[in-house]
């Protein structure tokens, strides 16, 4: 009868195991000083040999030949345990046997010598399944238990057991096994089975088993009963529904030339191809954060699990994206991935998040804003056949304030409004790069008070830019307080940093004071 992969090549001792090392340098010690503790925690991610350490040290505690770190493999006990049917070697499913009753039988069992072998031993798989009641009934028992037992707890939520037990028991986390070392082992198993694979066909399996070596070995089982003997990189895509080359770099390229439609038509082509778009997402998210790990610790980083093509690629997108931007396309995607969860339309969710990563990209620093200069290598966003503005130059310089009084003047006129248009020309107009003002006899300043919203928008028009309007009166320039007021506002606000800030984030400054300096 077939046995599967995962199943056959399971370690049986401890020199087998994969990226374990600091489990199994403590056991195999602690057998070697006769200091076996009667209660063990095996935590840890599924499929990183949790169940397969409690069966190796059941063997090296119940090995007929006497207990050591290197059971022998051929006696009766070995045999037996291996084989999943030696009667002082007891496996428990915690996920059907987690009640009171269940434990209360427990207990029972404990109390009786084993059959044969030094030690009867309980495995406990899933433990934290089991109810606090249950827990509660097994305390004394963990606490002191007869000298021939032995407890192993596995489980993949340690968080879930109670305090009171794992404080009873010795506690082992088990580490995600390592990319190469999933990819070395699946390489050796392959040898022994005589499959010819391709190494990034290898790769791309160990990156769907994301750390677990069961669920790696039971990927490569699946790929060889699909393609036989010679497995190809593009066939395991396929098989596995893995998100193309192709369509991430499709992303790439929208992403740098900041095109929405691209984007749009990328969602289309997945949808026909029947392509998951949360799976979709997950590969995007790993995308882009390989490639931020690129762009700081570069694309050899020990930090990205990738095939050799795709480490190629990643050195060549990385140098045209900023850090801070892939930071936030990452975080676009992982709450799009979030979103996907419970998304009653996930293809409009996806298109809405992929629009969403292409506006994240048009986002300009506070420093780029305030130097006038846009992020390079990108593109103006602007619809195909517009015809780019011409540039300002010196947009901050304010034009002569007569002259700017007799353009105002004429162009009210013109539009019939020849009431404020003579309240204009009777005024006093001063310019500066953030506000026009106003200075006007008593009797006007109510008038133009009341078309500053209309002045604002003629005064952009004229001079290019936004701008405040402030009405004064005419006579308050006359006194020194007065006259010094207005000139420390006028040189505050023809500031070019105080302009700047003005013009892009609107506003209005309020009130100018002088700051003493002071010797601290």
């Given at each position: 009868?077939?046995?599967?992969?995962a199943?056959?090549y399971?370690?049986?001792?401890?020199?087998?195991l994969?990226?374990q090392?600091?489990v199994?340098?403590t056991l195999?010690?602690a057998?070697v000083?006769?200091?076996v503790?009667?209660?063990?925690?095996?935590?840890?991610?599924?499929?990183?040999?949790?169940?397969t350490?409690a069966?190796?040290l059941a063997?090296?505690?119940?090995c007929q030949?006497g207990?050591?770190?290197?059971?022998?493999?051929?006696?009766?006990?070995c045999r037996?345990i291996?084989a999943?049917?030696?009667?002082?070697?007891?496996e428990?499913?915690?996920a059907?046997?987690?009640?009171?009753d269940?434990v209360?039988e427990?207990?029972?069992n404990v109390?009786?010598?084993?059959?044969r072998?030094?030690?009867k031993?309980?495995?406990?798989?899933?433990?934290h399944?089991?109810t606090?009641?249950?827990f509660?009934?097994?305390?004394?028992?963990?606490?002191?238990?007869p000298?021939w037992?032995?407890f192993?707890?596995?489980?993949?939520e340690?968080h879930?057991?109670?305090?009171?037990i794992?404080?009873?028991?010795?506690n082992f986390?088990?580490?995600?096994?390592?990319f190469?070392?999933?990819?070395?082992?699946?390489?050796?198993?392959?040898s022994?089975?005589g499959i010819?694979v391709?190494?990034?066909a290898?790769?791309?399996?160990?990156?769907?088993?994301d750390?677990s070596i069961?669920?790696?070995?039971?990927?490569l089982?699946q790929t060889i009963?699909?393609?036989?003997k010679?497995?190809?990189?593009?066939?395991?895509?396929?098989?596995?529904?893995v998100?193309s080359?192709?369509?991430?770099?499709?992303?790439a390229?929208a992403?740098?030339?900041q095109?929405?439609?691209r984007?749009?038509?990328?969602?289309?082509e997945l949808?026909s191809?029947?392509?998951?778009?949360?799976?979709f997402?997950?590969?995007?998210?790993?995308?882009?954060?390989?490639l931020?790990v690129a762009?700081?610790?570069g694309?050899?980083?020990?930090?990205?699990a990738?095939?050799s093509?795709?480490?190629?690629r990643?050195a060549?997108?990385?140098?045209?994206?900023s850090?801070e931007?892939?930071?936030?396309?990452?975080?676009?995607?992982?709450?799009?991935?979030?979103?996907?969860?419970?998304?009653?339309?996930p293809?409009?969710h996806?298109?809405m998040?992929?629009?969403?990563l292409?506006h994240?990209?048009r986002?300009?620093?506070?420093e780029q804003?305030?130097?006038?200069?846009?992020?390079p290598?990108r593109?103006?966003?602007?619809p195909?056949?517009?015809?780019?503005?011409?540039?300002?130059?010196?947009?901050?310089?304010?034009?002569?304030?007569d002259?700017?009084?007799?353009r105002?003047?004429?162009?009210?006129?013109?539009k019939?409004?020849?009431?404020?248009?003579?309240?204009v020309?009777?005024?006093?107009?001063e310019?500066?790069?953030?506000?026009?003002?106003?200075?006007?006899p008593?009797?006007?300043q109510f008038?133009?008070?009341?078309?500053?919203?209309?002045?604002?928008?003629l005064?952009?028009t004229?001079l290019?830019?936004r701008?405040?309007?402030?009405v004064t009166l005419a006579?308050?320039?006359?006194?020194?307080?007065?006259?010094s007021s207005d000139?420390t506002?006028?040189?505050?606000?023809?500031?070019?940093?105080?302009?700047?800030?003005l013009?892009?984030?609107?506003?209005?400054?309020?009130?100018?004071?002088n700051?003493k300096e002071t010797?601290?």
């Amino acid at each position: 009868m077939y046995q599967v992969i995962a199943r056959k090549y399971r370690p049986q001792i401890f020199a087998e195991l994969v990226n374990q090392e600091h489990v199994r340098q403590t056991l195999e010690n602690a057998l070697v000083q006769g200091r076996v503790a009667h209660g063990y925690i095996f935590a840890g991610q599924r499929g990183t040999g949790k169940t397969t350490v409690a069966r190796i040290l059941a063997k090296c505690l119940n090995c007929q030949p006497g207990a050591s770190p290197t059971p022998c493999l051929e006696c009766a006990s070995c045999r037996e345990i291996a084989a999943g049917n030696s009667l002082d070697v007891i496996e428990i499913d915690a996920a059907s046997n987690r009640g009171i009753d269940d434990v209360r039988e427990l207990r029972e069992n404990v109390r009786y010598r084993p059959t044969r072998d030094r030690y009867k031993i309980f495995i406990i798989d899933e433990a934290h399944q089991i109810t606090d009641a249950a827990f509660n009934a097994l305390l004394k028992t963990l606490e002191e238990p007869p000298e021939w037992v032995v407890f192993m707890l596995c489980t993949t939520e340690a968080h879930k057991i109670p305090t009171t037990i794992a404080s009873r028991c010795q506690n082992f986390t088990f580490r995600m096994v390592e990319f190469e070392r999933v990819v070395e082992r699946m390489q050796w198993i392959c040898s022994q089975e005589g499959i010819e694979v391709e190494p990034d066909a290898l790769s791309l399996i160990a990156l769907a088993g994301d750390g677990s070596i069961r669920d790696s070995l039971s990927t490569l089982d699946q790929t060889i009963a699909s393609f036989g003997k010679l497995l190809r990189a593009a066939d395991v895509r396929q098989l596995l529904g893995v998100v193309s080359s192709m369509a991430l770099d499709e992303v790439a390229a929208a992403l740098l030339g900041q095109s929405s439609a691209r984007m749009l038509d990328l969602v289309q082509e997945l949808t026909s191809q029947g392509q998951n778009p949360q799976h979709f997402c997950r590969d995007l998210a790993r995308f882009l954060r390989n490639l931020l790990v690129a762009r700081v610790a570069g694309a050899d980083s020990r930090l990205i699990a990738a095939t050799s093509e795709e480490r190629s690629r990643l050195a060549s997108l990385t140098p045209q994206f900023s850090e801070e931007d892939l930071t936030r396309y990452l975080q676009v995607v992982l709450n799009l991935y979030r979103d996907l969860q419970h998304a009653p339309h996930p293809r409009f969710h996806l298109e809405m998040g992929l629009l969403k990563l292409v506006h994240a990209g048009r986002l300009v620093s506070i420093e780029q804003v305030l130097a006038g200069t846009e992020p390079p290598g990108r593109p103006d966003p602007a619809p195909a056949g517009a015809k780019a503005p011409k540039a300002k130059t010196g947009a901050l310089a304010a034009p002569p304030s007569d002259d700017l009084r007799q353009r105002l003047t004429d162009a009210l006129r013109q539009k019939g409004d020849h009431f404020i248009g003579d309240a204009v020309e009777h005024s006093r107009v001063e310019s500066t790069p953030a506000e026009v003002i106003f200075h006007c006899p008593p009797d006007l300043q109510f008038s133009l008070e009341s078309a500053a919203r209309g002045l604002a928008q003629l005064c952009e028009t004229l001079l290019g830019r936004r701008v405040k309007i402030r009405v004064t009166l005419a006579g308050q320039t006359n006194t020194p307080e007065n006259v010094s007021s207005d000139d420390t506002r006028a040189r505050a606000l023809a500031h070019p940093q105080v302009a700047r800030f003005l013009s892009v984030f609107g506003g209005q400054v309020r009130e100018v004071r002088n700051l003493k300096e002071t010797e601290s």
